[in-house]
Structure formats: structure tokens, C-alpha cells
């Protein structure tokens, strides 16, 4: 029965390896302290953060994230420590909540590794705090207990460190500042749960199985994402979720033995695109959380195998000789035994969404499907917008075969960065020469353009392109020639102002319209579909105050239908200075080759993100511009 604490209330551990969960109403912070017996903080080898986020018997995550889950071993933290203090805080300088009072209350549950809540807190009576220790794991007599504490700090994180006694407490928040700002400008955002999704405080299936290796045999943890839920084999699928043709296909061999058969669009939803979405989002979660409980076992069985050997190494008796040959050997063999079998959890769980990927890829719109797919022959354009559409393929070095599409709800909430310059980690970037990786950052917009165009109706998105020294000429021809754009790419700098200034006069209309509930009194003129801006090698042709109405149009559009789609080279844009990083922080990074870039919220893993670009020569988008072309001309747009 899971103790509910109340502020300065404990609670006895019965276990050592645990989970510390939290849920917030918004993106916040997640990070541990350690402390002597006099609960003094030591140094900032004492502190786990998304900069640093693992000590021996800790692991937090590396972004800002409504959701949380921290590891903790407390049989692995060194003797010295008798305190673990779990710290919240939120992010500053990202546009978020200044205060914890403005968000719901933040909820802790500690849980043993099977997801069993042992005991939880609600952070009630939270006002100016920006940050706060929620929890105290603490050892007395020997045995430790979790106390909740729930004390805050209005100064954030650099004024709670101080009062732990850390010198260099604001550089080390500055620091931790700058990596959250950093992972959360290229992470991939949660999509938002479905109505039927549950209580929020729901336990989730167990992500970190590394530490229970080690004492006990292993048992199928269940990763599926907490919203999914695949029928038996034996049962046909429900009623409301009708699975398309191609779901019926066969499962592959390498499927799980007596593993349910996944069913594609097997998953909560109103309408089969949602449902679909849905399901692709939670075959993301599960491979995040299968290869973050891989990765986890791995580095456990190197931290223990690290262990025995230092213990071999300790006795200068030991250090040499057959009986320490015999200790290296048993300690690397043991390691090798546990690796195995997370390895052999990890090949199952990895075979079971192999297969479901191989059902529901064949099933995906044409919108949500690649550019070879036979969904786009029967493509029609849409009478209402799509839920959703593809930017590319996601997938992990563990198995780089299986592909996760990735998918971006609509209407688009952020603008889109297409990285036209060297500033990926992935080797085809370095190879790939300066001026042909711009022109594939232009086709990546193209071909990005036109599946944004497919998936609305005719009409219901106008395309405006900032070309200013006609450098993408040939990518764009496509758009151009097709007479999907709202009119010709503007050049020059009379070019880049005039179509700016349209557009942030449109956002301020609508804004203060929607203010003033007075819809009625916008012009009859003014173009109510959504609106897409192409900026194309950036900075060229902006001064100060184009500048100044970029940024604004990124921060202010989204929320009335005008949104950024970027092309340019960080580096380009230097001799701004800082001026610039919070409206490259407020898009999403693409690159237009293979890169190890794209953060997920979860866990915080690197994912390779690869651009949806369609085979050389493919007629598929040139038809698809065709037909959007005809309906706009057939609805008199």
C-alpha cells in the first residue's frame, strides 16, 4: 500500500534500488544532491543534472520534461553519503513558468523497480519558488527511509545550492541553465495524450532493469507505452479501431513466440489517423525506454565488474598472481553474463516492435507514410487538415534497421530549423561538401513544404518563400513551377521587408481580434488560411529590424496560424551575437542528412534523425504539387 506523505512526514524504505518518479504541469528540472552525515553538499561531484547526470548510484535525466524518472542504487552511493535530496526546478529563459504557483502541484512517487509506488507526495502550497527539494532519501540506524520536504527557493537553483553550502553555486546553475536551454531546443516534443489516457498519476511500466540483473533472474518487464493496448492474438480487433488492409499482413519470424500480434491502429484515438499517431508515438516510447533499460543494465555490469576489480587491486597481496587472474576472470565473466541477458530482454522487446513497425508502416496515410510508399498513388488532397505528418525517420544505434517515423502534430506549435551548415555530429555531414549540403537543406525544405501542402485542404495553407539573392532557385523550382506558393519568392532586402511586414501585420489583426472576441471586424481581405513563411539563407538580405520581426513571427505566429520554416548555418549568423539564440532555440533543428541530433523527453537519448527526402527522380511530389495546384485553382484560391 503506497504511503502518502504529507510535508515533513517519512516513510521507511523496504527496498535500495528504486525510482524516483515525478509528474509537473510543466517542463521542469531534474537533478540530485548528495550530503554527509552533517548534510553537507562536498562538491559538484556530488551533484547529478541533465549537464552531468550520473554518480555511482544515481542517473537523472538530461532535459526539462513534465515527466520524469530518476535511477537510484542507494547500495552503490559511497559511504560517505546519508542524504539524496530529489531537486525540481524550472528551466529559466525558455518561456515557461517563472514560479511553481503557477502550475499544478507537482506529485513525487518513489517506486521499487517492479513500478510499485512505496510512498508518494503531492508539493502542495507552492507560490514564488522556482525551486525546490521535493523528496529526501536519508539513512539512519542504518536503514534509509524517504521523508518529504517540499522546501523551495524564489532565487532557483543557484540560491538552493548556495544555501547547501556549494561554492560556485551560480556558475554551476548557469551551466545546468545552458544544457536544459541547449536540450530543449533540439528535442523531439511529447505529442499530447488522448482524452481516455488515464490519471496522471498512473504507474508506468518499468524502464531500468540493469540493477535487478544482479540479484535477480530475469522477468519480461513490460515497455509499451502506458496509452497502448494491443489485443491478444486470439482476439480481433475492436470494433471502434477498424485495422486497415495492410494489418493484416503477416508478422515477421522474428516476432516474440506467443507475443501479441500487433494490429496497426491499435491505439486510443477518435479518428484512424489519430489512432495511428498514437501508436506510432508509443513504438517511439517503447524503444526509448527498452534501449534506456539496455543501457542502464550495461552500465551497471561495468560499474559492478569495475567494483571486483578495484577490490582486486586494493590488497597489494592480491594484485598479482593466480588468484588475481582468477578474480579478473570472474569479474569480466559476470559482467559478460549480465550483458547477455539484457541483451537477450532488449533482441525480444526489439523483434516485438520490428514487427509491429512492418504492419503499421504499410498502413500509414499517404501524409504519415515515406515517399516510396503505394499510399501516395491514391492521394487525394484532404477536406480537413491532417492530424499529423511526417518529417522523417528516427532511430537508435542499437538497431539502426528499425526506423521510427516521426511524426509532427498539426497545427505546427514551433517553427522548423533546417541546419544548412556543419553544426550535426554525424560523419555524411562532414563529408559532405559545404555548398551541396545548402542545396540539400533547400530540397529538405521543398519536399517538407510539399507534405505540409498534401496535408491540408485546398486552400488551407498559403506559402510565402525569402529568397534573397535567388540562391535556391533550382530546389525551389518545384514550388514555383507547381503555383502552390502565395506569389513569387521575394529577393532583395525591399523584398525581405515587404513580405515580413505582411505578416506580422497579419499576427498583430488576429491577435487583436481574438482579444477582443471581435473575428467580425478583421478586413475582408485578409488571408484567414494558415500561413507558411520560407526563409532561405539566413541572415543574407535581413537587417536589425527584419531581424526584429523574424523573432517576432517565431515566437508570436504560431498561435495565430503563421509559422517559420528556416534555412541557414548557425555560423552564418554569428555577428549577431546572442541576439539570435532564442529564435534559433525556439525551433526545431532538422538536418537535410543523417544526424545523431534529436533529443527525446524521456530519457534523453541522441536519436539519428533522417530527412524525408524523396528517391532522385521519384514523380511523387511533382503530382502531388499538381493536384494540390488544381484544387486551390478549382476552389478559386
Do not use: C
Amino acid at each position: 500500500m503506497t504511503a502518502e506523505l504529507i510535508r515533513g512526514q517519512n516513510h521507511p524504505l523496504p527496498e535500495t534500488r528504486l525510482e524516483v518518479r515525478v509528474s509537473a504541469g510543466g517542463p521542469v528540472v531534474a537533478g540530485v544532491t548528495l550530503n554527509d552525515e552533517q548534510g553537507r553538499l562536498r562538491d559538484t561531484g556530488w551533484i547529478a543534472h541533465p549537464a552531468s547526470p550520473r554518480l555511482p548510484g544515481i542517473e537523472v535525466p538530461r532535459q526539462a520534461a513534465a515527466r520524469h524518472r530518476l535511477a537510484v542504487d542507494l547500495d552503490a552511493l559511497p559511504a560517505a553519503v546519508h542524504r539524496v535530496n530529489v531537486l525540481l526546478a524550472l528551466p529559466s529563459g525558455m518561456g515557461g513558468a517563472a514560479r511553481f504557483g503557477a502550475l499544478p502541484a507537482p506529485f513525487v512517487a518513489v517506486t521499487a523497480l517492479d513500478g510499485r509506488e512505496v510512498a508518494s507526495y503531492t508539493l502542495l502550497d507552492l507560490d514564488t519558488e522556482s525551486a525546490v527539494v521535493a523528496v529526501e532519501l536519508y539513512r539512519r540506524h542504518g536503514a534509509w527511509k524517504v521523508r518529504a520536504v517540499g522546501q523551495g527557493w524564489a532565487g532557483g537553483l543557484a540560491a538552493l545550492l548556495r544555501d547547501q553550502g556549494l561554492p560556485g553555486a551560480d556558475r554551476l546553475a548557469a551551466a545546468i541553465d545552458e544544457a536544459v536551454a541547449g536540450g530543449m531546443a533540439r528535442s523531439v516534443a511529447p505529442p499530447p495524450r488522448p482524452a481516455d489516457a488515464g490519471r496522471a498519476r498512473r504507474a508506468e511500466p518499468v524502464a531500468r532493469q540493469g540493477a535487478r540483473a544482479a540479484t535477480a533472474p530475469p522477468a519480461r518487464i513490460d515497455y509499451r507505452h502506458p496509452d497502448r493496448h494491443p489485443a491478444p492474438s486470439s482476439a480481433p480487433a475492436p470494433s471502434s479501431a477498424p485495422a486497415p488492409a495492410p494489418a493484416q499482413a503477416p508478422v515477421p519470424a522474428q516476432a516474440s513466440a506467443g507475443a501479441p500480434r500487433p494490429v496497426a491502429g491499435d491505439a486510443p484515438g477518435s479518428t484512424p489517423d489519430e489512432r495511428l499517431y498514437n501508436q506510432v508515438w508509443g513504438m517511439f516510447e517503447d524503444l526509448a525506454r527498452t534501449t534506456a533499460a539496455y543501457r542502464s543494465a550495461v552500465g551497471f555490469a561495468d560499474s559492478r565488474m569495475d567494483r571486483a576489480l578495484d577490490d582486486v587491486l586494493a590488497d597489494p597481496r592480491t594484485r598479482v598472481g593466480p588468484a588475481a587472474d582468477e578474480a579478473r576472470t570472474r569479474a569480466r565473466a559476470e559482467r559478460d553474463r549480465l550483458v547477455d541477458r539484457a541483451r537477450e530482454a532488449f533482441d525480444r522487446d526489439v523483434a516485438q516492435l520490428v514487427a509491429e513497425a512492418a504492419v503499421v508502416e504499410p498502413a500509414l496515410p499517404a501524409v504519415y507514410a515515406r515517399w516510396d510508399s503505394p499510399a501516395w498513388s491514391g492521394y487525394r488532397v484532404p477536406a480537413e487538415t491532417s492530424t499529423a505528418l511526417r518529417l522523417g525517420d528516427l532511430s537508435l544505434p542499437e538497431r539502426v534497421d528499425l526506423r521510427i517515423p516521426m511524426l509532427l502534430r498539426l497545427p505546427l506549435q514551433r517553427g522548423l530549423w533546417i541546419d544548412s551548415g556543419r553544426g550535426g555530429r554525424s560523419v555524411e555531414a562532414a563529408l559532405v561538401d559545404p555548398g551541396e549540403l545548402r542545396r540539400l537543406a533547400a530540397r529538405t525544405a521543398t519536399d517538407l513544404t510539399t507534405r505540409l501542402l498534401a496535408a491540408h485542404p485546398a486552400g488551407g495553407l498559403s506559402v510565402h518563400v525569402i529568397d534573397p539573392a535567388g540562391a535556391a532557385a533550382e530546389p525551389f523550382a518545384p514550388l514555383t513551377g507547381s503555383g502552390v506558393l502565395a506569389g513569387p519568392p521575394a529577393a532583395g532586402a525591399e523584398g525581405v521587408r515587404a513580405v515580413l511586414a505582411r505578416l506580422t501585420q497579419r499576427v498583430d489583426l488576429v491577435q487583436m481580434a481574438v482579444r477582443s472576441g471581435a473575428g467580425d471586424a478583421l478586413p475582408p481581405d485578409l488571408d484567414l488560411a494558415e500561413q507558411l513563411l520560407i526563409v532561405h539563407d539566413f541572415p543574407h538580405g535581413f537587417d536589425d529590424r527584419a531581424v526584429t520581426q523574424l523573432r517576432y513571427l517565431a515566437d508570436e505566429g504560431p498561435s495565430v496560424g503563421v509559422h517559420l520554416m528556416m534555412i541557414a548555418a548557425r555560423e552564418d549568423t554569428r555577428g549577431y551575437g546572442p541576439v539570435l539564440d532564442p529564435l534559433f532555440r525556439a525551433l526545431l533543428r532538422l538536418a537535410p542528412v543523417p544526424d545523431d541530433h534529436l533529443a527525446d523527453p524521456w530519457v534523453g537519448h541522441a536519436w539519428t534523425y533522417e530527412p524525408p527526402l524523396a528517391p532522385q527522380g521519384s514523380p511523387v511530389p511533382t503530382r502531388v504539387l499538381r493536384l494540390v495546384a488544381a484544387a486551390r485553382a478549382a476552389a478559386g484560391q
